[in-house]
Every structure is written in C-alpha cells, then in structure tokens.
C-alpha cells in the first residue's frame, strides 16, 4: 500500500473504523431524520408529489434514502414523516417518528424554524443555540436550509419556508435524556454533526456532558461535580448546595468531564461517585464501567499498605470479593482506605487536567450515599 493510501486509511480511524470493526449497525440521528421529512415535505409541497424514498447528502458525502412513515398534502403546507433507525446502537429516540410541516412564507422571509409538539425550546444559555429558539442544532439547521434550497432551485423558486419539526412521544422520551437538566423544555433535541448515529459508545451520553459544563459555565457557575449516578448527586447536593445546572451526569465517563474541563475550566470541580468506580479512577481508569475497566484489588492492598495496614491486611485485600469488601476490611482495622482511594483519585485527575486553572476534590460513597472516603481540595 503506498504511503497516500496508508495516510488515506489513517485518516479513516475514529468511531466509523472502530465500527467497521465491530460490525454494529450504524444509524440515524434526528436531524437527518428531519432533513429528509423536511426534504419531502418541500418536495410535495411545491410539485404535489412525495418523493419515496427521499434521498438527502449528509455532511461527509454520504447520500443515504429514507422510506416515508407519514405524508399528509395541504393547500400551503406539506408534512412528511420519518422513523428513526439508530441502528445497534441504545438510543432512547430509537423508533421514534419525526415529522416536518413545511409552509409557505413570503417572499424574503428565508428559512425559519419552529418547535411543534415533542420537540424542545431552549430557555437557558450556554447552549449553541440562543435562549427561545426551538432545539434544532446548527448543523441540521444547516443540512436542512441545503436541502429546501437545492428543491426551491429545481423549481425555480426560492426557499421561504415555515419548517416546523415535531416528535410524536418527543415530550415523555426526552424525560430520558438531560434536556430538562439543560433547560430544554417540551420534547426533544434535533441533533447530530454527521447525521449518523456510530454505536461504539455511549457518544450521545459524553456530548451532553459538554453541554452541561457549557451550560454551567454560561450561568456564571465556578463549582461543578461530575456525579456517576442520582445518589452520588445527592450527596453533592447536601454538601455544597450546588444547583441542578451544576451538577454534571458523568456516569462511567470520567476522561470525558476532566478533558472537556481542561479545555473549557471552571474554578472547582468535585467528583463524586461509588468507592469502587472511583477506585478505577484512583488506579487511572478514565472510563469507568465494568465491561471496560474492574476494580484492582491488588491496588487497593498498595494504598493499603499505604495507610498503614499489616501484610496480613492487605492480603485480605487483595484477595477481597468486591471493592466495597476491601473497604469494610479496611474500615474494621482503622485503615483509612476510602481516603486514600479518593486522594489518589484526585491526583488522576489533576494529571489528565494538566495544569487547567481547576482546584478538585474527590468524595466516595457507599450504596447508601454514605461518605466513606473523601479528599482535601487541591
């Protein structure tokens, strides 16, 4: 293979050669969904006909057809309906039916996007959209201003159109998603860069995490915490008094928090989270969940040691169950393990933060939302 052809093959890396790999199936975000129900809905409007299936141009080339689940034919407006596919991956808006009604505005009037029913309206900044706009991201704004123009050319019109998007079930489905965290209120988000949805990780899960340090950071907030579940948030909540748009869903993505804050700081970052998840950040996991990292119990019986416990102990560690085990052993022998777990977890953390102006600490619960382990703030 020549070098262009390994340079070509390189620059092919990332989530479509990981999925390639895999062999997962590859979907649909909603805003191609979109542009091809809006694509269809322009068509039928100006020639009377749908087109079925519609084809649409996604940002990198790729020139995939939708089959239309809804057409309806007005005097001055068309709606078109698609059905999103996500394929392997575990979206929430998987199967969901996204319509857009497309009218006649006057002549000038552009392109002007609405919210109907199931679709999100923004009402906080920090967001790539300004505060009252419906949710509809800049590049599906974009994809779908390129289509309705390319049809008004075909017809030699221009394209002064009303799009108004909607999700059938969008308002209960997004209850699934952080929309509300975010201050996207009434439905869905109509999202996506690529227009394809890439089912190798949980990428929807770690975008939101960006906009909610985003979010934070526009509502003037210097203390955020990445939290790996609801009781961790609790806790966070009790002990500093932080706000909702403070607090940061990490779930297992705890690279995905502490690269985003080293790019876009905030003054304190608190992580908090399971003694076990955190234990993986302490032995200088990134990634938390099971399938990808598991607890060190021979790391554990180091900081142990540490801590002051006999050889004896920290054997008992090591061989221990779970990490909530090593930590009950440790606690009887008045080894402050839950300590040391969260002071080396900070530690983790300000080595990925990289000298970003950002002071943190660490606190581990138990299941309860006990505090079993907390760090110094550095």
Not at 20 to 25: A, N, Y
Not at 90 to 99: C, F, M, Q, S
Not at 147 to 173: K, N, Q, W
């Amino acid at each position: 293979m020549s070098e262009a052809a390994k340079a070509g093959e390189s620059a092919k890396g990332g989530r479509s050669a990981q999925l390639k790999h895999t062999g997962l199936r590859p979907g649909w975000t909603t805003g191609a969904c979109a542009t091809a129900a809006t694509t269809a809905a322009y068509t039928a409007l100006l020639t009377g006909d749908f087109p079925d299936p519609v084809t649409i141009t996604l940002p990198k080339g790729q020139t995939p057809a939708f089959a239309l689940a809804a057409e309806e034919l007005g005097a001055s407006h068309a709606m078109a309906g698609v059905v999103k596919d996500a394929g392997d991956d575990p979206d929430v808006t998987h199967g969901a039916l996204v319509r857009s009604t497309v009218r006649r505005l006057h002549a000038g009037a552009g392109v002007v996007f609405k919210a109907g029913p199931g679709v999100g309206t923004v009402t906080r900044p920090g967001l790539p959209l300004d505060v009252g706009e419906p949710a509809v991201n800049p590049v599906p704004r974009q994809m779908m201003r390129d289509h309705v123009t390319e049809v008004a050319a075909r017809a030699g019109t221009t394209p002064d159109v009303e799009i108004t998007l909607s999700v059938d079930h969008g308002e209960e489905i997004a209850r699934s998603t952080w929309n509300p965290r975010l201050g996207i209120l009434g439905g869905l988000s109509i999202l996506g860069t690529t227009g394809i949805v890439v089912p190798y990780s949980c990428s929807a899960w770690i975008d939101s995490i960006r906009r909610g340090v985003d979010v934070a950071r526009a509502a003037g907030r210097t203390h955020v915490a990445g939290c790996t579940g609801s009781t961790s948030e609790k806790t966070v909540v009790a002990e500093y008094g932080l706000p909702e748009d403070a607090l940061l869903d990490m779930g297992d993505f705890a690279g995905a928090v502490l690269k985003y804050v080293r790019r876009h700081p905030v003054d304190r970052l608190t992580v908090c989270g399971g003694f076990a998840k955190l234990s993986k950040l302490a032995a200088g996991h990134l990634d938390l969940h099971s399938a990808r990292s598991q607890v060190d119990k021979a790391f554990l019986a180091r900081l142990a040691r540490r801590g002051g416990a006999s050889e004896e102990l920290a054997a008992q560690v090591a061989d221990a169950n779970t990490g909530l085990a090593a930590l009950q052993l440790c606690a009887a022998a008045g080894v402050p393990l839950g300590d040391l777990v969260a002071e080396t977890a900070r530690d983790e953390a300000l080595g990925v933060l990289r000298g970003a102006p950002v002071v943190v600490d660490v606190i581990c619960i138990d299941r309860a939302g006990t505090v079993v382990g907390r760090s110094a703030l550095k």
